[in-house]
């Protein structure tokens, strides 16, 4: 099993700072097939960014995915009132797994 | 507009069966460009990938998992199920349904259920 551990646990940045989030996967991720999603409280997670770096139908462009192997970023170039929330990376290379999450809050 | 709708019991006593239906509209289970999922989540926890299934029957689950989960799929009805065994509190979570695209296997989720809380107690 691929384990993803997600760095930082939690982010206190204020609206307009850019924020960086990091994934680290325990093998290569093949083919960098990695998704990002945001998940608000008491809603379904959202997909934000898939094949490490595609951003999603919808998805504003202050939201960038990059990286490959083991080590992938997410990357709000300045962060929105609606961006506070926790963050997800999904390895679907083999078997799906999900890191712990990133929980992005205002400061 | 796709939409996916979990159902099914709230509560489940310890070493009974889970079982879940997700029922989908606004497109057809049978499509060869996706597979269909079930993603749980603790409360206050992340995500764990459950399992997934393509229209044919073809189905892929958690290998931590794998011992207890059942997924199956009803093609007339639009409708696929997640059945879990012998479950424990452990199991307490809320369970996503989930439209996955197929990349040459199940991939990222493109669609949710809201998702439904299961509780497992006696």
């Known amino acids: 099993e691929i384990v993803l551990t997600q760095s930082p646990g939690t982010l206190s940045l204020s609206p307009g700072e850019r924020a960086t989030l990091s994934c680290r996967a325990s093998?290569?991720?093949?083919?960098?097939?990695l998704a990002w999603y945001q998940q608000k409280p008491g809603q379904a997670p959202r997909l934000l960014i898939y094949?490490?770096?595609s951003r999603a139908t919808g998805i504003p462009d202050r939201f960038s995915g990059s990286g490959s192997g083991t080590d992938f970023t997410l990357t709000i170039s300045r962060l929105e009132p609606e961006d506070f929330a926790v963050y997800y990376c999904?390895?679907?290379?083999?078997?799906?797994?999900f890191g712990q999450g990133t929980k992005v809050e205002i400061k | 507009q796709l939409q996916l709708q979990e159902s099914g019991p709230g509560l489940v006593k310890p070493s009974e069966t889970l079982s879940l239906t997700c029922t989908v509209s606004g497109g057809s289970i049978s499509s060869s460009s996706y597979y269909w999922g079930w993603i749980r989540q603790p409360p206050g926890k992340g995500l764990e990938w459950i399992g997934s299934i393509y229209y044919s029957g073809s189905t892929y689950y958690n290998p931590s998992l794998k011992s207890r989960v059942t997924i199956s799929v009803d093609t007339s009805k639009n409708q696929f199920s997640l059945k879990l065994s012998s479950v424990t509190a452990a199991d307490t979570a809320v369970y996503y349904c989930?439209?996955?695209?197929?990349?040459?296997?199940?991939?990222?989720?493109?669609?949710w259920g809201q998702g439904t809380l299961v509780t497992v107690s006696s």
């Open positions: 093998q290569s991720v093949s083919s960098s097939y």
């Open positions: 094949g490490a770096s």
């Open positions: 999904q390895q679907y290379g083999s078997s799906p797994t």
């Open positions: 989930a439209r996955q695209l197929n990349c040459g296997g199940d991939c990222w989720v493109d669609y």
